[in-house]
């Protein structure tokens, strides 16, 4: 082997993740920072330099600190209930089961379906006049709920979509972590005497910080991202995100400033604001989920 | 423009992956020294045979439809690449609802009065062409099809609330918007639990189409809170859903198909393809409940219908603009319009026989292409669209009056979607 070719390959190895990285990844970053200094229309002829115009107008915007809102609503409604309930069924699926293995692929199955197909379905089920969800109410004599024009109803709607497709998914990521905590440091409880709900919260819990630390920040991640849910909450509806923007996330406001105002400069502003809200609400979670579970 | 570089430098990464999907209207000759002439159109516009005619007739001329299934996304091809500098195909299908968007962009797109072959005066209905020729006299698109408006309405409801119900009869009820919305009020007082129209939305753009001068004036000042038509528009059809006369589903929506097939309403502003869509949504077991009138309050209106443009990226604009006209003659449109049904803007097709004797089984046999060339005439004027016209109407109007009917109160939905309307505008 050739001195330049220990030198180099190594590298050329690696190269194709990187160059993928760099023309997919970090250039669409680094332009959309650029474009958002521009008033840059779709179209437009010349593009004008307009600096921190387009963040200025954004803080400004009470759309987009709405839109902010209910991302944050939605995220928390489908964040936390589904990291808990994951748990639980990570818990109640590492038990001796019959048919283990049905029971772990039933729990992924929610996963499995399409997400716009089950978007459509669950519009379909909250509608408010002929949806499933509000007759079932009324059985129980509960008056029907306009799941569109209610803030708060839009977001249980809309929570219930990503929970119902993510819960399985985080609920077996949580088992393989449960399943790598040694036996024998059970057992050493149980000879202490230590009860279920004991060695639970004392053992399982807190060894399987790591995982909940990847399971809160990806969901951090991609709830803060949520779009697919609102577009198709209302299909015919738009981007707005409901008549008065009730459920209009920040992409889909950036995909509404973008492809329905044609306003590229104002969406890259978005685009790069909730780049650096991200990072920093994962970053916290980060650091909270450290300390909080030892 | 300055930024083309890059979007050429993406074409050169995307097309080398892929297929040659950028800068058509570059290398447009094909092997054996054919010109290569690309159309996108969106839907059905019926062209297939079409071509292939056009092409017998034209050795030297290779036809390629880009087909997109749906408007939307087509528009934002559109527009994206209209930004980008390339990439259209050289003839382009634009629809009605993004007309106001395209002219807004006039300078993008070749006259086709300039570059085009000579025409027959009156080709088309008057406002047809009005609504594509910019304000300095430039043709920006050859109109291709259009969706003039009649009304539509439940024969067995009308009947239960003692309505007249014969095509003829109802034509009083729908004469104006006056005797349209007191028939609404005779009807809910007598049919519980079924509304007079279906949505707020679809009944108030009808009437603010009407309007001599809409949300811009011709200067293209924004004239939303100071044109007291459309205030007035707005104050009628709120205070109509106020009285329980809409059914609250929003157009498109799986409720309103639900809507449909449960007769939750008894009349709906039918452009000429609405009535596949009526069919569809109510399906067989409403069949013969459902009937169409030519009559529309305060005269008639249209929605829907395209245009054929050639943007200025193409690099074969004459031959295309030739293609263009070509396509849009009466003799090809009342071809697609058998095809497919679309609904011709020319003024010839209208009085053809093929049309004229078109009939629809669903509405109880009724002459549908008649008694739509009738109200395709009744329409006066286009009404002047400015550049956010689209999205004004799309993104604020529609989604307030939908507010209304989801319980907001009507005034301070109106100053919501005034606010809307100034922002769509900057």
Redesign the interface.
């Known amino acids: 082997m050739s001195n330049v070719d220990a030198k180099i390959s190594p590298y050329l190895f690696v190269a194709p993740f990187f160059v993928l990285f760099a ?1 997919v990844g970090l250039f669409p970053l680094l ?1 959309t920072a650029y474009v958002s200094l521009f008033d840059w ?7 004008g330099f307009i600096g921190l115009e387009n963040y200025r107008t954004l803080f400004e915007d009470d759309q987009f600190w709405n839109a902010l809102f209910n991302t944050f609503s939605i995220f928390v409604l489908s964040s936390v209930p589904q990291i808990v309930i994951a748990v639980v069924i990570a818990a109640l699926l590492n038990a001796n089961l019959r048919a283990r293995t049905g029971w772990r692929m039933g729990v992924l199955l929610p996963y499995v379906a399409s997400l716009v197909a089950l978007t ?1 379905i669950f ?2 089920l909250f ?5 499933l969800v509000n007759d079932v109410l009324g059985i129980i004599g509960i008056d029907p709920i ?1 799941w ?2 209610s803030t708060f109803g839009s977001h249980v709607a809309i929570a219930s979509m990503v929970n119902w497709r993510w819960t399985g998914y985080n609920a077996l990521i949580i088992l393989a972590a449960m399943q790598a905590i040694p036996r024998d440091v059970y057992e050493a409880a149980l000879v202490d005497g230590a009860s279920a709900l004991r060695r639970f919260f004392s053992i399982t819990l807190p060894m399987l910080k790591p995982t909940l630390i990847f399971v809160i920040v990806t969901s951090t991640i991609g709830g803060l991202q949520i779009f697919t849910e609102p577009k198709l909450f ?7 995100g ?3 923007h009730q459920y209009q996330t920040v992409v889909l406001y950036l995909y ?1 400033s973008a ?4 306003d ?1 400069g104002y969406a890259s502003a978005i685009a790069w604001v909730l780049f650096l809200i991200v990072i920093a609400v994962a970053g916290l979670n980060f650091f909270i989920t450290r300390r909080a579970v030892r | 423009m300055r930024h083309r570089w890059i979007s050429v430098l993406i074409c050169a990464a995307v097309s080398a992956a892929a297929t040659t999907a950028c800068g058509t209207g570059g290398a447009s000759q094909t092997a054996d020294g054919k010109t290569e002439l690309t159309i996108a159109t969106f839907n059905e516009f019926g062209y297939e045979e079409l071509f292939a005619e056009y092409e017998a007739a034209h050795p030297d001329v290779k036809i390629t439809q880009r087909k997109t299934g749906q408007g939307q996304p087509h528009h934002q091809n559109l527009f994206t690449k209209l930004g980008a500098g390339s990439g259209l195909a050289d003839i382009e299908g634009v629809e009605e609802g993004y007309l106001s968007q395209v002219m807004s962009k006039a300078s993008q797109f070749n006259d086709l009065k300039e570059i085009g072959p000579k025409i027959e005066d009156g080709r088309w209905l008057d406002w047809k062409t009005q609504a594509v020729t910019t304000k300095d006299g430039k043709l920006i698109g050859y109109g291709t099809d259009i969706g003039p408006l009649a009304m539509c309405y439940r024969k067995d409801l009308f009947e239960q609330a003692g309505l007249p119900s014969d095509p003829e009869g109802v034509k009083a009820l729908f004469a104006t918007w006056d005797s349209y919305f007191a028939a609404g009020d005779q009807f809910v007082a007598k049919v519980p639990g079924v509304a007079w129209f279906d949505s707020a939305a679809q009944v108030y753009n009808a009437m603010h189409n009407q309007l001599e001068t809409g949300y811009y004036d011709k200067s293209d000042k924004l004239v939303v809170d100071t044109n007291s038509a459309i205030k007035a528009n707005w104050t009628t059809v709120t205070s109509a859903v106020a009285k329980g006369q809409s059914a609250r589903l929003g157009a498109f929506s799986n409720e309103w198909n639900t809507g449909f097939k449960l007769g939750k309403f008894a009349t709906k502003t039918c452009p000429s393809w609405m009535l596949g869509v009526v069919e569809t949504q109510a399906g067989p077991e409403n069949k013969d409940k459902w009937a169409v009138t030519d009559a529309f309050p305060n005269g008639g209106g249209n929605w829907g219908g395209s245009y054929l443009s050639v943007p200025k990226q193409s690099k074969n604009a004459k031959k295309a603009a030739e293609l263009a006209a070509w396509l849009t003659a009466p003799e090809q449109q009342i071809k697609a319009f058998k095809a497919k049904g679309t609904f011709p803007s020319q003024v010839k097709a209208l009085d053809a026989p093929e049309l004229l004797e078109q009939t629809n089984a669903y509405f109880g046999n009724v002459k549908a292409g008649a008694l739509f060339a009738t109200q395709a005439k009744k329409i006066k004027a286009a009404q002047y669209k400015g550049p956010a016209d689209g999205q004004i109407q799309e993104t604020v109007f529609s989604p307030a009056l939908q507010s209304v009917e989801q319980g907001k109160n009507a005034d301070e939905a109106w100053a919501t979607a005034v606010e809307g309307a100034k922002k769509a505008a900057k």
């Open positions: 023309a332009y229309e779709v179209g437009a002829d010349e593009p459509i519009g379909n509608g408010p006049q002929y949806g306009d569109q024009a209302e299909p015919s509806g738009g981007s707005g409901g008549t008065e509404q492809f329905q105002g044609l590229l």
